[in-house]
Every structure is written in C-alpha cells, then in structure tokens.
C-alpha cells in the first residue's frame, strides 16, 4: 500500500474497508470510501481496473477476493448479479476474519442475501444486505440512498461507510429487507423506463421533434427525477454513454416477479415491462442502455442492424 492509503486509513482506526466490483457504480464509490479515509484495498475481476483505481486512491490492489478479505474488516460488493456476488462470496470465505461486516451493495435475490448471511455468519461474520437507489452521478457525488437490511447495531458500527456513499440511509428491518426494497423502487423505476419510452415514441409518432416533446414531458407531471437524470440517453442515445445495461433490467424483472410470486404480490404492468425487456434483449438491445426500449419501439432492432 502507498503512503497515501495507509495515512487514509489511520484516520479511521476503527473501518478499514475492501471494496469489490468497480463498475460505473462501483468506482466512484470505492472513490468516496477512499475521500473519506475509509479505503484500504480493491478488487476487480479486471486486474487492471483495480491497479488504476488502486493507484489513483493510494490503496492496495488485491489480486483475488480472498486477498481482499484478509485485509479488510469490512467488505463492500457491488457487482451485477447473483452470481457474480457467488464468486466474490466464495472467495472471501477463505479468509474472512472474525468480526468483519459484509455489506452486499449489489442489486440482486432475497433468496441469495439470506443464503450469503449464514454463510457470513459460520465464518464469525455479519452481513448486511444495502442496496443503493440513484445514478452514476449520484454516486459520483456521494448521495445515492442506500437501503440497509440487517442488524441495527452493525447498520451504526458501520454508519460511516454508509455514509461516505449516500445522503439517505434508511434502515428497513431485519437482512433482506434492503434487497426487497431495492426491488420494489426499481418496479417503479422500470415502470417510468417503459413509460417514458412510449410517450416519446407516441409524441414523435405525432409529428412533435424528440427534444420538445422531452422538454414537454420533463416540464409536466410526469417530471421525476429519472426523467431529468434520464434525459440524454433518450434524447440522443447514438451519443450517450450506456449507463446501465438493459440485460441487467431483465435481470432485475425476473428478480422482481419472483419475489412478487413468493409473497403473492400481483404486478401487472411489471410482467408487461418484462415483456417488453425480454423482446428488446432478443432483438438485440441486451448490451445498449435501458431507455432503448424507446428505440426498440421506434425501429425494432438497433440502427446498426439497419434502423434510423
């Protein structure tokens, strides 16, 4: 480790802290830790990626999970699945030490965090199951809302971490209750995706120009803060870097209608916005940004198999 990483985690005694999966949300997060003193090391499935991050932060580069958990007494993971996390998981678990705090930050299945806290557990640790709600920006400035489920007394040892991450920390309930909500906002946040994808299309159908007919919608009721945050990639998504895949949207509908399944939740409009995610990913938007649903309905498959 640097100078720089072991001055920034002597301010902090108490946390010291790895964080695994620097993707687009992931980086700028680990930044935050790092800002705060809290950083101590990195890992990514990239070696690369952590070296450069690692670099830029004065932190350490660990070369496998295992390295990681053997250096931190807190574990941050923010990947994008179920599985990806199982890696992760598998190898913490070779070295994890007693008293450390896993803290699953990754949108992924109820049934996956309860499983992750025993194992967790049977090696003297404590999981906490918290999510986060919010942009690349958001987490760029360190205001994303984290929602947090898990044991009251280990949510506060940890409150620093959270807080370096987020504005808003609310605490749910016992673990999997974080995982759950972050499921229902994303419902609700696929539900404004499909939305907004149809009235953009309906405004342009009807002769309206795609950047009036934005700034209408932006300037209506129907403004909320996806819609403004949301804006370049639907107004000019040729030119737009992807923010989140819509791969990872589907992901996340399957995740969505199972937990509504198991606790018989009805959700209509979610099974057609997994519908409608399912025929975009199929007809070759699996790796553009989500508000490509809006291009799907416009040309059904991406301008370069031939759209517009």
Do not use: W
């Not at 640097?2 to 695994?20: N, T």
């Not at 007809?283 to 799907?296: I, K, L, R």
Request: proline fraction near 4%; hydrophobic fraction near 50%; include cysteine.
């Amino acid at each position: 480790m640097g100078d720089r990483g072991a001055a920034a985690v002597s301010d902090a005694p108490g946390l010291r802290v790895g964080f695994a999966g620097l993707g687009r949300m992931g980086a700028p997060m680990a930044r935050n830790l790092a800002h705060a003193g809290l950083l101590g090391g990195v890992y990514n499935r990239t070696r690369s990626v952590a070296d450069e991050l690692a670099s830029e932060t004065g932190v350490e580069s660990c070369a496998t999970p295992a390295e990681l958990a053997a250096s931190a007494n807190v574990l941050v993971t923010m990947v994008a699945d179920d599985q990806a996390s199982t890696a992760l998981y598998t190898g913490f678990l070779e070295s994890l030490r007693p008293g450390t705090v896993a803290i699953e930050m990754s949108t992924v299945g109820i049934a996956h965090v309860l499983h992750l806290a025993r194992e967790v557990e049977a090696c003297g640790g404590v999981l906490l199951d918290a999510p986060v709600s919010g942009s690349v920006a958001l987490a760029e400035a360190g205001t994303l809302t984290v929602l947090v489920g898990g044991d009251a007394a280990t949510v506060e040892r940890v409150a620093p971490v959270l807080q370096a991450l987020g504005s808003t920390i609310v605490h749910l309930g016992a673990i999997g209750a974080g995982a759950a909500m972050k499921l229902a906002v994303n419902t609700v946040v696929y539900g404004l995706n499909g939305a907004l994808s149809e009235g953009l299309v309906l405004a342009e159908r009807s002769g309206i120009p795609r950047a009036l007919a934005y700034e209408a919608l932006a300037s209506s009721a129907v403004a909320a803060p996806f819609v403004h945050y949301r804006r370049a990639a639907f107004e000019r998504p040729a030119e737009t870097p992807v923010a989140f895949r819509l791969a990872l949207a589907r992901k996340d509908l399957d995740l969505i209608l199972s937990l509504a399944d198991h606790v018989g939740a009805d959700l209509p409009q979610a099974r057609l916005n997994a519908e409608v995610l399912r025929a975009a990913d199929e007809a070759g938007f699996a790796e553009a940004d989500v508000s490509a649903v809006a291009e799907y309905l416009r040309h059904g498959k991406p301008p370069t198999q031939g759209g517009t």
